[in-house]
Nanobody
């Protein structure tokens, strides 16, 4: 059964840190680009960070220097370390697995991150 299961969300104060983790039960994990998206309240879903099979990374301008995406192909996990959190980081965060070998792409169910004082 294909699954992307996120964990690590919660409530944090501005300036604090959270670490999100995504455990993937999918074929070809090490060959897929993996990403984190987020959807703030009342807004569209947007790319936060992505990491290719070769470990190249790309970040949204709004999180550069604060967030770090990483992957562990031995454990089939992808993490998002979020530092210096801001109020505008409040969103539901989704794990995403890009398609591979003409197969499907997959989304996780999402985890809520709330930054509030």
């Amino acid at each position: 059964q294909v699954q992307l299961v996120e964990s690590g969300g919660g409530l944090e104060q501005p300036g604090g840190s959270l670490r999100l983790s995504c455990a993937a039960s999918i074929s070809g994990f090490s060959r897929r680009t993996m990403a984190w998206y987020r959807q703030p309240p009342g807004k569209q879903r947007e790319l936060v960070a992505e990491i290719t099979s070769g470990a190249y990374t790309n970040y949204a301008d709004s999180v550069k220097g604060r967030f770090t995406i990483s992957r562990d192909n031995a454990k089939n996990t992808v993490d998002l370390q979020m530092n210096s959190l801001k109020l505008e980081d409040t969103a539901v965060y989704y794990c995403y697995a890009a398609s591979w070998a003409l197969g499907s792409a997959y989304w996780g169910q999402g985890t809520q991150v709330t930054v509030s004082s």
